[in-house]
């Protein structure tokens, strides 16, 4: 079996009820809605007619040009025999090393290697988490992937007030999910004052409960160290789980000082990160508790099982990112499924939705009532896209 070519596939879509909005003005205004929602898929073909699907989060026109260019990951992969997914991702992490190793390059070679994975499992007759499994070198560790797994949820955006808010997380538990991860907003959350930050994770933790877990996302909102502590200590009594990307991401020695001062979890990772050695600065030098690799940009499956192990050997979790991207989550599935640090995974609440989420691959993710996700069982990544979405919103790569 060799690869004859590698697709990607731009979506595009302006959910019903959105609006056009700029970022700026919206910020300064509060304004309620998403524009559209954009997705880069990637799929691998091959001359026995298999074929396997990996996403990424960027520019489609960026992901093509770096796949499709005269020296390009296609071009590199052409003729070779899918399967050899570790190789051939250090062959495309090779040739790419002078313009590459990090950033959006990396984030390709990790969409392309999930399609490799899913196109693996399919000619072996196994589900992905069976092809990556290592040994964590530990005992009290289980040898068995894990039969399902528990994401959380995040709810974005929050809504344009706290009682939107409220019915948005309302929402999120009544489908049945443990966990909830609350994002700032213009109005809300890190944009007026403590007492605000207040009320609106205890509006949120007031819907939860106390058996849930709440998570809040920062989205690098805070400028300083002091003004982090001020808040974080204020909403200790609401108990998050973490919290995530409280600081500018390039501040990992503004990162470590808080996670010290705090018995809050502090979870940095999606903004930018991508590979091993990229997070080991951010354990190292930020000190974090939890560390956020995406499945959609920090290098691919393998990258991330590694980046767990990291954050294992020192006692920390690792939670990955994936937001909106359906592809993504499938991965998480199979990740989370043999990594003993992941406890749970991204899972998104769009409002308002879109078929290029929620549509996006066949079957549906589903939810279960125990707010659990059944770990597939079927060769490769277990899913398909959904052609009838593919043709609806498919647009050139822009």
């Known amino acids: 079996m060799k690869i004859t070519k590698i697709e990607t596939i731009a979506l595009r879509d302006r959910p019903a009820g959105a609006r056009s909005w700029n970022v700026a003005r919206d910020r300064a205004g509060g304004g309620p809605g998403i524009d559209t929602y954009d997705e880069t898929v990637v799929r691998i073909h091959t ?26 990951l296609e071009q590199l992969l052409l003729g070779e025999k899918p399967t050899n997914v570790r190789r051939l991702w250090q062959k495309m992490y090779d040739a790419t090393g002078l313009y ?6 990396l984030s390709a070679i990790g969409a392309v290697e999930t399609a490799l994975w899913d196109i693996a499992g399919k000619a072996f007759g196994k589900p992905v988490h069976e092809l990556i499994w290592v040994p964590f070198m530990t005992a009290k560790v289980e040898a068995d992937p894990k039969l399902s797994v528990t994401p959380y949820a995040t709810v974005y955006p929050p809504g344009g007030s706290i009682a939107e808010l409220r019915e948005r997380v ?15 907003w213009p109005g809300q959350f890190a944009n007026v ?5 207040v009320a609106v994770i205890s509006a949120a933790r007031t819907v939860l409960g106390p058996r849930r877990d709440l998570m809040i996302d920062v989205q690098n ?10 808040t974080i200590r204020a909403i200790e009594q609401f108990r998050p789980f973490f919290i995530e990307a409280p600081l500018p991401p390039d501040n990992l020695e503004g990162y470590a000082r808080l996670a010290a ?3 809050t979890r502090i979870a940095v990772g999606d903004w930018g990160f991508t590979g091993r050695h990229e997070f080991r ?7 974090v508790d939890v560390v956020q690799p995406s499945a959609v940009r920090a290098g691919g499956i393998n990258e991330i099982v590694r980046i767990a192990e990291m954050a294992y050997s020192r006692g920390r979790l690792c939670i990955p990112h994936s937001w909106c991207h359906m592809v993504g989550v499938a991965a998480e599935l199979h990740m989370s499924a043999v990594v003993p640090n992941m406890p749970y995974i991204e899972f998104p609440v769009a409002i308002p939705d879109s078929p290029i989420i929620s549509e996006l691959i066949e079957p549906k993710i589903q939810v279960r009532k125990d707010g659990t996700i059944e770990v597939p069982n079927r060769p490769g990544l277990g899913f398909e896209l959904n052609e009838d979405v593919i043709k609806e919103f498919r647009v050139e790569p822009y």
């Open 47 to 72: 001359d026995e007619g298999l074929t396997g699907i990996g996403q990424v989060e960027a520019p489609s026109l960026v992901i093509d040009a770096i796949i499709r260019n005269s020296h390009g």
């Open 100 to 105: 590459g190793r990090h950033g959006v390059t």
């Open 170 to 184: 309302e929402f999120a538990v009544a489908q049945g999910f443990r966990a909830v991860k609350v994002e700032e």
């Open 193 to 197: 004052d403590v007492e605000t930050d």
């Open 221 to 230: 909102r805070w400028q300083e160290v002091a003004q982090a502590l001020t």
């Open 261 to 263: 001062a705090v018995d």
């Open 281 to 287: 600065d951010v354990l190292e030098r930020g000190n």
